[in-house]
């Protein structure tokens, strides 16, 4: 009997109508014949609201208390989900994530799943019932409850998808699938039948937000093969595998204003200077994105490097004094910027398309900070008030909408 794994997100079960249209989805699912694992995220803007709430009462809630708080919106939905299975008189019994024994590490907020163990999951299925498992959520060698960080009921699915070698994990969500742009700002963009891994990755760490990062990671490890499909309709949505079916020179363009930039200004240039910068914001577990440093005048340089906007104020501290211990002149700081990227596994192959970027933005007088490039994408750090325009030029420059 094929087993399938079905993720929901917050937007499909954000109210009572809803969820009883997923469980007819999932009965439907089930009547023909499969064993079926569903994760559920918390009700639309429940985790918001949480997390509000938590702001509300102190700057600095602790991050153990903050998992606590935030597991209980997925349980929310895992237990009226199950409800309404049961109420359409179809089997099924929901878990918590230390039910389970999704086993993480300790980093709390952004815990990594260590392992799963499925007996328990196995043994209902047997029993023909629908499991409903909570997402985003395991427990910590210590025994208590982690999250495994924003959008994490994606990395939930992946894994249990893996452990369980299921057949397939098709993720529900409000949109009809990934996009050549996002459809909210760029009128013309087109859904994506096919996509490869690498560039669906580029697209999520890059700012698209219809899959978390990791359980993309995690699907290409495995080679789990993703469908990410609307929950509203019967569309197909887009599969993510190994390789795309074609390799156009880009296959779409994204953007991220959750972005600050940083720059500590005049660094002694030194050996050694970069470690000690870099070492002191991994240690506060802040991930670096782009880097760069200018050219040396005088035996200084300025260090500017970009890191996500919501951890600008965990991360200044921190810079302010190790600027002060290598005695740079100061730090300036602004969450006003945000990048743009374009994204396509075919760019290898048709040269000029990074100077296609650049001209296309400098005829939209669109100043660019700072250029990062890979093997399949290139982003641009711009003022976030030219997000819409720049992304909506470069989607006609490479020629990405619908005719
Ligand atoms: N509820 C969590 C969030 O809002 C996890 C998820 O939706 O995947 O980030
Ligand atoms: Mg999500």
């Not at 709390?108 to 909570?134: N, P, Q």
């Not at 200004?265 to 200018?294: H, L, T």
């Not at 340089?301 to 302010?320: E, N, Y």
């Not at 945000?338 to 192959?349: H, P, R, T």
């Amino acid at each position: 009997m094929p087993l399938i794994v079905q993720k929901y997100g917050g937007s499909s079960v954000a109210d009572v109508e809803k969820i009883k249209s997923v469980a007819r989805r999932i009965k439907r699912t089930a009547k023909k014949g499969n064993k079926v694992v569903v994760v559920v995220s918390a009700p639309g803007d429940t985790t918001d609201r949480f997390l509000s709430s938590a702001y509300e009462i102190t700057a600095h809630p602790p991050e153990r208390e903050v998992d606590m708080l935030l597991a209980t919106g997925e349980q929310i939905s895992i237990s009226l989900l199950t409800m309404a299975l049961h109420s359409l008189g179809c089997p099924a019994i929901s878990f918590t994530g230390p039910q389970v024994r999704i086993l993480t590490d300790t980093a709390h907020t952004k815990a990594r799943i260590l392992s799963i163990d499925t007996e328990r999951i196995k043994k209902e299925l047997k029993k023909g019932k629908v499991v409903v498992v909570a997402g985003f959520q395991g427990i910590s060698r210590e025994e208590d409850i982690t999250t495994l960080g924003r959008g994490g009921s994606d990395t939930t699915a992946v894994a249990l998808a893996t452990s369980l070698k299921a057949d397939s994990c098709e993720i529900y969500t409000d949109v009809e699938g990934i996009y050549t742009a996002d459809p909210r700002m760029v009128l013309s963009a087109k859904r994506l039948k096919r996509i490869s891994y690498d560039e669906m990755l580029e697209l999520s760490s890059l700012g698209a937000k219809v899959m978390q990062l990791r359980s993309v990671e995690l699907a290409k490890r495995y080679n789990v093969k993703l469908h990410v499909r609307p929950s509203f309709s019967n569309k197909e949505g887009t599969m993510i595998v190994k390789k795309g079916l074609e390799a156009p020179e880009i296959c779409g363009v994204t953007y991220d204003k959750n972005q600050a930039k940083i720059t500590i200004q005049s660094v002694p240039d030194r050996p050694g200077i970069a470690a000690a910068i870099f070492s002191e914001i991994a240690k506060k577990n802040i991930n670096v994105d782009m880097i760069i440093q200018s050219a040396s005048l005088k035996g200084l340089t300025d260090v500017s490097f970009t890191i996500a906007g919501a951890d600008l104020g965990k991360a200044l501290p921190a810079i302010k004094e190790i600027a002060k211990r290598i005695k740079a002149k100061g730090v300036a700081s602004s969450k006003e910027v945000a990048k743009v990227s374009i994204v396509g596994v075919g760019m290898g192959s048709h040269p000029g398309v990074a100077a296609r970027m650049f001209s296309c933005l400098a005829k939209e007088g669109i100043n660019i900070e700072m250029i990062s490039t890979s093997e399949i994408k290139i982003s641009c750090v711009i003022g976030e008030k030219e997000v819409k325009r720049a992304v909506r030029s470069l989607h006609k420059e490479f020629g990405l909408g619908r005719s």
